[in-house]
C-alpha cells in the first residue's frame, strides 16, 4: 500500500499534482479540506459539531478530523493506497496520523515536499487570485502571511517524516510534466 503526503506551502502545486498521481498510481486523494466543505454543503451532524468550536472561536478537534478520515478510507477498503492533502498541518497532527494509520494496518509510506520559493509561491497565488476573482488571493501580504505560517505551524511536518526517514524533497519549479516526472520517480522507488 503506497500513503502519501503530498506537501508543501500554499500555490505549491499539491492539487495539481495531486490528480496526476491519481491516474497514474490508482490512489485514491484525500483532502481534509474537501472533506469539511462537504460536511458544510450537507449540514450534516459533524458539521454541526464542528460549527459549535467555531461559534466558540475555537478550532475543531483533531478526533474530528480523524473520524471524517477513517470514513473516507472506509468507503474504499481495497484500495491500493492514498495520497493526503492538507493533512497534517502541524507535528502534533503526524504523531496522530502515525498512530491511526498503525491502527488501520497500515503506515504513511512517504511524504514528497514541493519546494517552492516565497516569491513563486506569491506569484501563483496572487495570478490565480486575479484569473479566479479572489481578492485575499491578489493580496501578496495576505499570501506572504500564509507561507510565514506554513513555515512556523506546518513545515515541521517534514522534519517529523524526514527523522523516520520518510520526507523526499522535489523541486517544485518547472512544467507541471517536469515537477511530475520528479515525484514519479520517488514514488517509484518507494514502491518497489
Known sequence: MLNLILFGPPGSGKGTQAVKLVEKYNLIHISTGDLFRREKKNNSAIWAEVQS????????????????????????PDSVGYILDG?????????SLDE????QGTSVSVLVELIVPDHEVVNRITGRGKIEGRKD??????????????KSQTAP????YDQLGKTKRIDGLGTVEEIFDRICKVLDIVTV
Open 100 to 103: 491511526f494509520m498503525k491502527n
Open 87 to 95: 493533512f497534517p498541518r502541524n507535528v502534533d497532527q503526524a504523531t
Open 137 to 150: 488571493d491578489q493580496d501578496p501580504q495576505i499570501v506572504q502571511n500564509r507561507i510565514d505560517v506554513y
Open 53 to 76: 468550536y467555531i461559534d466558540k472561536g475555537e478550532l475543531a478537534p483533531d478526533s474530528i478530523t480523524f473520524r471524517l478520515l477513517k470514513a473516507e478510507m472506509d468507503k474504499t
Open 157 to 160: 511536518v517534514a522534519d517529523h
